[in-house]
């Protein structure tokens, strides 16, 4: 992404203030362009204050604002004013729709009719990651000294992704009552939470196998190597680069 914002002192995450500053001045500087069908300034500071209202996740929030702004931008600019006969929706949704072609090739657990798409697929990638790739990782790893990490991360696929009693974790089942309950700010909230938990759990892995890379020790480094590339293509293809938990 070219716009330029910075990261808070813990380089965890964006910061807010600036972000939204920025967003707000180069909104006001295309629509005076290019007309304020395409560049809505008060369309961006409506779904700011929705989003503060419903306490969402502003990070992943603001991600998504940047992507749908830069693609606006990329349109009009390479295409002239052709970009004004499209609605800030139509672009929103195509680029949602693309989102969602990189994760269908992955396995979907349809765990209830009303469940975000994405996440959905999301869990089918974790799960598969869990079974097929992490316990072989895991096992790379221990004798590194990493045991406490390890099992933490243990912990957090138990929740996530292995089944308690029934078909479904308790990760599920949680979003799964939560959508049950027909609340429509609430499920976008759990819906944002899934996608946030398992942006964490995905990412930590990263950490403990970039950590096992740099550690001395016997090691499969290209089976290691391996694991990581696989890791690294959910990380993308779901977007979850930005989400930190350590």
């Known amino acids: 992404m070219s716009l330029p914002f910075r990261k808070s002192k813990d380089n965890k995450s964006i910061d807010i203030d600036a972000v939204v500053k920025k967003l707000k001045s180069l909104y006001g500087r295309y629509a005076e362009q290019y ?13 700011y204050r929705d989003a503060l209202i419903n306490k969402l996740n502003l990070n992943a929030f603001l991600h998504a604002e940047i992507t749908v702004f830069e693609e606006l931008k990329k349109k009009v600019e ?14 929103a949704d195509k680029i949602i729709e693309e989102n969602l072609e990189r994760v269908r090739k992955y396995r979907c657990i349809d765990f209830h009719p009303e469940a975000e798409e994405e996440i959905k697929y999301l869990m089918g990638a974790v799960t598969d990651f869990y ?10 790893l221990k004798p ?21 009693r029934g078909s479904y974790s308790r990760a599920t089942e949680d979003y799964m009552l939560v959508l049950s309950r027909k609340n429509p700010k609430d499920n976008e909230r759990a819906s944002v939470n899934c996608i946030k938990y398992g942006g964490i759990l995905l990412n930590n892995c990263l950490k403990a196998i ?16 391996g694991y990581k590339d696989i890791l690294v293509r959910i990380i993308d293809d779901f977007r979850l680069i930005d989400i930190r938990g350590y």
Do not use: C
Not at 78 to 91: T, W
Not at 149 to 163: A, I
């Open 35 to 47: 007309g304020p069908k395409l560049f809505n300034l008060r369309g961006f500071e409506d779904r």
């Open 78 to 91: 390479n295409n002239g004013n052709s970009g004004q006969s499209q609605s800030y929706s139509e672009i």
């Open 131 to 140: 079974y097929e790739v992490w316990n072989k990782g895991a096992g790379l």
């Open 144 to 164: 590194l000294g990493f045991s406490d990490f390890l099992q933490k991360l243990e912990n957090d696929f138990s929740y996530y992704v292995v089944p308690t």
């Open 210 to 225: 970039n950590d096992g890379l740099n550690a001395t020790g016997n090691l499969s480094l290209n089976e290691l190597k």
